[in-house]
């Protein structure tokens, strides 16, 4: 698997993983959990992970749906 996004914000990594969804391309949210560690302020990031064949594709979904990718 390869990490596509990283983000503190949770409604784009919510709004990411409907697009990806979307194009049937599989995508798993890491750190989910972390907020229980946290506390729910939001400091450590959430990641959004899709498999190597699908990053490329994946990119492209980001790319045109204007959802930045940190790069």
Known sequence: MKELLRS??????????ALLE???IDCFQ?????SVL???IGIF???LMVRAEDYDAAVVVMRDNEIP???
């Open 30 to 34: 890491m750190d989910v959990n972390m």
């Open 69 to 71: 990718l940190g790069r």
């Open 38 to 40: 946290e506390g729910g």
């Open 8 to 17: 503190t914000d949770p409604t784009i990594i919510a709004f990411a993983s």
């Open 22 to 24: 979307g194009e049937d």
């Open 45 to 47: 990031p959430r990641r």
